[in-house]
């Protein structure tokens, strides 16, 4: 190809080619966690438009706020145990999508249904599975009259349900495309060996799969932990708040309550919890490159 | 092919139960006679739910608003993506790493950490309440979706394409658009089905930003539906279905394109 001229010209376009989208990135998500940054340091009641320098007096009363640590429990016990659960059906599935059996195609499909339906309207839905007098669940279970989404300790793991039933797919397709990248001489080789089947998931399967689990706990985890959508239709946080997560407390706080400098400092919390938790993850999935 | 034992065959209707009971009790619901919910079957199906949500309410506006919001998104964020995943893609440039990483990290952002800056922007600039304005902060998750997708076609594509065009005499953003924008059709169709379906269940913004009942989309009207007297059930089950039905027909039908789409640009980084 030509000389240094080409390159420069290169470059040049390749910023030009970059720069729309660069922009765009910084005004809707770089500027807006900064400001929020900036608000969260403010007394700042919308309707009143009183808005004040207060220095980190919203921090120091969200230390103090037990219903900022209630909120922070339930996100945290939602998302622990929710990604769990999720990772733990969606191996087998993708184990069994991997397999050939007829009806595969089907199966393949239809684990696509919850992914693409809206998770307000999962939530409608099962917020009428859960019907406590005419729903599909308490039709199933005759004599039971339990008030699901109404009762403290029921409603959270109800949410845990949907959101298990709505991503379970995601999840499985990640995994599956780590499974579809695993060789298949490893098991032939075995299966002369004589290595049973749970054999060979042991020592093959699951440590090949590793990077993959990795980072499909990364990606849910991050997302599990900002729910907002399912609770909010499910029980806006309710019974007693016992399903109020970061999100829906500082959604309330800012629409609700008009409290700009606080609903702020809650937003900015949220952000700072997911950015620990991406690094914790970042770690262990590089310490996993380095050990290959 | 072998033959599927007993166990396979029982996991096969467990998750399949699991993952469609649901939504087939949804669509019963909604064809069940709205006087008889209380009953433990019903006695005839009826459309009767679905011509109260279709006529009775304004739902088609609302369905109408939401294609607006997810097709202005998925236009504007596919232009500028392809563009720069091209670059990102094909072009030596300093920062490269960075944005992808800065991509990945917006695209992780919990959408509440930017609620209210943007609702004092939007609300400055006078496109607060405007599905327009709400097309813009769908850029957070959107553009990042764009970019991971469509760099990965894009490298996908022969290097060599790129320089023979070069060769022949084409500037970079010729040989993009003349030559490896076509040839990046499928992939540009993927990330649109991908942003389209993105855009269309977005909830918390959309639930901020727009206070006009006539501006909804499909997810808040859905969630704010009749709380006037009794849960209208049967109604809230057919406008479910009408809300669904177009995209589950899109996800089975393009089901492999969104397989790839969804799992580019996380296993191959």
Same mark, same amino acid.
């Given at each position: ?5 080409? @390159? ?39 309707? %009143? ?20 640590? $209630? ?6 016990? %939602? ?29 393949? #499909? ?33 004599? $039971? ?5 109404? #009762? ?5 793991? +109800? ?49 090949? @799969? ?5 980072? +499909? ?6 997302? +599990? ?24 407390? +500082? ?15 809650? $937003? ?25 | ?19 469609? !009971? ?12 709205? !006087? ?38 998925? !236009? ?194």
């Amino acid at each position: 190809m030509s000389g240094g001229g080409s @390159l420069e010209r290169e470059r040049r376009q390749a910023y030009l080619l970059v720069a729309p989208a660069v922009v765009v990135l910084a005004g809707v998500a770089l500027y807006p966690i900064l400001a929020a940054v900036w608000l969260s340091l403010h007394r700042f009641i919308l309707v %009143f438009g009183e808005r004040r320098f207060t220095g980190l007096d919203n921090y120091a009363f969200l230390l103090s706020d037990a219903r900022f640590w $209630s909120a922070l429990g339930n996100t945290a016990y %939602f998302t622990l145990v929710a990604v769990t659960v999720e990772l733990l059906l969606a191996v087998p599935l993708a184990l069994l999508l991997n397999r050939a059996f007829p009806g595969r195609g089907l199966l393949r #499909a239809s684990v696509l249904v919850p992914w693409a339906i809206p998770t307000v309207v999962s939530a409608r839905l099962w917020a009428w599975m859960f019907n406590p007098e005419y729903g599909l669940i308490n039709r199933m279970l005759p004599g $039971s009259d339990i008030n699901w989404l109404g #009762a403290p300790g029921y409603a959270l793991h +109800a949410a845990i349900l949907v959101d298990v039933w709505k991503t379970t797919p995601f999840v499985a397709l990640l995994v599956l495309a780590g499974l579809q990248g695993i060789g298949e001489d490893l098991y032939k080789a075995a299966r002369v060996d004589g290595a049973s089947n749970w054999r060979m998931f042991r020592s093959i399967t699951l440590p090949l @799969l590793k990077p993959a689990l990795l980072l +499909a706990l990364l990606f849910r985890s991050l997302d +599990a932990f900002r729910v907002f959508d399912a609770i909010y239709v499910l029980t806006e946080g309710g019974p007693a708040n016992t399903t109020e997560t970061l999100s829906i407390y +500082a959604y309330k706080t800012l629409m609700r309550s008009g409290d700009f400098g606080y609903g702020s400092a809650l $937003s900015v919390a949220t952000f700072l919890c997911v950015v620990v938790l991406a690094a914790v993850w970042l770690r262990l999935l590089g310490r996993e490159e380095g050990a290959r | 092919m072998k033959r599927p034992g007993l166990g396979t065959a029982l996991a096969v209707v467990a998750f399949l139960t699991f993952f469609l !009971g649901p939504f087939f009790w949804q669509v019963l619901t909604s064809l069940w006679p709205d !006087g008889e919910l209380t009953r433990p079957w019903p006695s005839h199906l009826t459309v009767d739910s679905y011509v109260s949500v279709l006529w009775g309410r304004p739902f088609l506006r609302v369905v109408a608003n939401s294609l607006l919001v997810a097709a202005l998104t998925t !236009g504007f964020c596919l232009t500028m993506g392809a563009a720069a995943a091209f670059a990102l893609a094909k072009l030596e440039f300093r920062g490269k790493g960075l944005l992808l990483s800065a991509a990945l990290a917006v695209s992780m952002f919990p959408p509440i950490a930017t609620v209210s800056p943007l609702y004092l922007i939007l609300r400055a600039v006078g496109l607060r309440d405007s599905l327009i304005g709400l097309a813009l902060p769908y850029a957070t998750f959107a553009l990042p979706l764009t970019l991971w997708v469509l760099t990965s076609f894009f490298r996908q594509l022969p290097d060599e394409l790129y320089r023979a065009a070069r060769v022949d005499g084409c500037t970079p953003f010729q040989a993009f658009r003349r030559v490896l924008l076509p040839l990046a059709a499928p992939g540009l169709a993927t990330t649109a089905i991908l942003v389209f379906i993105f855009a269309w269940n977005e909830f918390l913004y959309a639930l901020t930003f727009l206070s006009t009942p006539e501006k909804r989309t499909v997810p808040v009207a859905i969630s704010l539906f009749a709380s006037e007297y009794r849960e209208p059930w049967g109604e809230i089950a057919a406008a479910s279905v009408v809300a669904t039905l177009p995209l589950v027909v899109l996800t089975v039908l393009f089901q492999r394109r969104i397989v790839s789409g969804l799992t580019a640009g996380a296993v191959k980084e």
